[in-house]
């Protein structure tokens, strides 16, 4: 892992405004996420590192089913641990919201992120449909039970 020297903070994102979803804007490129995920109960996670936005991701909560979902860090700032905690930081919330397992899905080709979410114990459950996702993905399941 990189050291920077520098400490990162991750936040929970209370007010989505303008300044955070330019943020938002700079990692990601896409906003559209915001649109789909304000539709469920959901929360929105940023990291920072002096003072700007190093990455953010999501929560959801979709027909009872809690979903994480779009974690963007920028490239300076990978390898770093903010992944790791802003997935923590997902967890810990949808736990806290009474979440027996939480679901995660994942391009069959992105290592990073699936080495990153299995070392919190999520399992590959099932190939996504193409409805689901248009690129060959996954899901994976975190049992929450397994946790305690």
Known sequence: MKSSGKKFKI????????AWKAGAFRI???LSFIEQTSKHPHAYFAAYQSGKMAGHAIVLCSDGRWILDGLRVDPKHR????GKALTGARIRYAVSKGAKEIWYCCAAD????TCCHTRFGFKKVRPASKRESPELSHWYKLDVRDLK
């Not at 936040?11 to 303008?18: C, K």
């Not at 390898?79 to 903010?82: H, K, V």
């Not at 992105?110 to 992120?113: E, M, T, V």
């Open 28 to 30: 990601y490129g896409d």
């Open 79 to 82: 390898e770093r641990g903010i």
């Open 11 to 18: 936040s929970r994102v209370i007010e989505e405004n303008g």
């Open 110 to 113: 992105n290592l990073l992120s």
